[in-house]
């Protein structure tokens, strides 16, 4: 099943409009701008768009990247910010085209042998700074943080 395939479906059965994916999207947003400053930032696996609204809020020039039609539309919904259908492993925007890169819990919805695809585009894209937010399990009970300067 590809990646589209399975987050449309997981997207079908979500029928909030907003993800369950952290209890505070504007908590998190304050976090990273304090961690990645409000320049350009692209958030991978952006779901249905409460993390790039929050980041916009706050100043930021973001981006979301997400594989699921499904989770995009919605996202359109939300706000005019700029989200885009694309497998995160590969997305299209130039090298060096993003201040910072975020994926929140995202990454491990990927087939392990996937994970280092995402991880190198994201260093790709960025000009300086990768955060990941990641999940110990995919229903997000325990959650780890890990921010890499190329």
């Not at 079908?12 to 908590?27: G, I, K």
């Not at 400053?37 to 609204?53: D, F, K, N, P, Q």
């Amino acid at each position: 099943m590809s990646y589209a395939t399975r987050g449309d479906d997981y997207w079908s059965r979500t029928v909030d409009a907003v993800s369950p994916r952290c209890s505070s999207q504007a908590s998190l947003a304050m976090q990273i701008i304090a961690l990645c400053g409000s320049g350009s930032i692209l958030e991978l696996g952006c779901g249905t768009g409460e993390l790039v609204h929050e980041l916009a809020l706050r100043g930021a020039t973001v981006v979301g990247v997400d594989a699921s039609c499904r989770a995009i539309a919605r996202a359109a919904d939300r706000s005019s910010i700029r989200c885009v259908v694309a497998d995160m492993r590969s997305t299209p925007f130039g090298d060096a085209s993003f201040d910072a890169v975020i994926a929140v819990h995202s990454v491990e919805w990927l087939d392990e042998r996937h994970v280092t695809d995402a991880i190198a585009e994201m260093f790709r894209v960025s000009r300086g700074l990768a955060c990941l937010w990641i999940a110990a399990d995919q229903g997000g009970a325990a959650h780890h943080h890990a921010t890499v300067r190329p």
